[in-house]
């Protein structure tokens, strides 16, 4: 199990990690666009990567990110919160800078899709200084890698106050 709490650590296997979270703290009614980070307990994965720029172990499934593959944001497409491939309302995966060069998937609003409840909810790579996200979790690139090699398709992630 991976805790994440709201000063901005995660604990993982006893150790703890600085990570960033949403700009707006976490909310156990998340909202599309709130910049929160939804509070709960979410199964992880699959894991998105950058195959040109980072190599991963892991026991999560794996996808290399394609050019054009992207993450529904638009609550009010029938593809809300799942991977396209699509030039409209989306969240590019391939991207200039390296924010997702890995991306582990947080099962959030997945089963049902529920419109407006909050879309690509990711655990990625943090910006300079862990900056809030849009309601992601960030990580630095070595502990990511780190915790990814001790995940596999029954791991969980609690995100709490």
Same mark, same amino acid.
């Given at each position: 199990?991976?805790?994440?709490?709201?000063k901005g650590?995660l604990i993982?296997?006893?150790?703890?990690?600085?990570?960033?979270?949403?700009?707006?703290?976490?909310?156990?009614?998340?909202?599309?666009?709130?910049?929160?980070?939804?509070?709960?307990?979410?199964?992880?994965?699959?894991?998105?990567?950058?195959?040109?720029?980072?190599?991963?172990?892991?026991?999560?499934?794996?996808?290399?990110?394609?050019?054009?593959?992207?993450?529904?944001?638009?609550?009010?497409? =029938?593809?809300?919160?799942? @991977?396209?491939? /699509?030039? $409209?309302? &989306?969240? #590019?995966?391939?991207?200039?800078?390296?924010?997702?060069?890995?991306?582990?998937?947080?099962?959030?609003?997945?089963?049902?899709?529920?419109?407006?409840?909050?879309?690509?909810?990711?655990?990625?790579?943090?910006?300079?200084?862990?900056?809030?996200?849009?309601?992601?979790?960030?990580?630095?690139?070595?502990?990511?890698? =780190?915790?990814?090699?001790? @995940?596999?398709? /029954?791991? $969980?992630? &609690?995100? #709490?106050?």
């Amino acid at each position: 199990m991976i805790i994440v709490n709201s000063k901005g650590w995660l604990i993982h296997k006893k150790k703890r990690y600085k990570c960033a979270i949403g700009k707006n703290g976490i909310s156990d009614n998340k909202k599309e666009g709130d910049m929160c980070t939804p509070k709960g307990i979410y199964k992880l994965g699959p894991v998105f990567f950058r195959n040109d720029r980072v190599k991963i172990i892991t026991k999560l499934k794996k996808i290399k990110i394609k050019y054009g593959m992207a993450w529904c944001d638009n609550p009010k497409s =029938k593809f809300y919160n799942k @991977l396209i491939i /699509s030039k $409209k309302s &989306k969240e #590019t995966l391939m991207r200039r800078d390296h924010l997702y060069d890995i991306i582990i998937f947080v099962q959030y609003n997945v089963r049902p899709v529920k419109k407006n409840k909050g879309s690509a909810i990711f655990i990625h790579l943090s910006r300079k200084n862990y900056l809030p996200t849009k309601g992601c979790i960030g990580l630095k690139l070595l502990h990511l890698k =780190k915790i990814l090699r001790n @995940l596999n398709s /029954s791991s $969980k992630i &609690k995100i #709490t106050f």
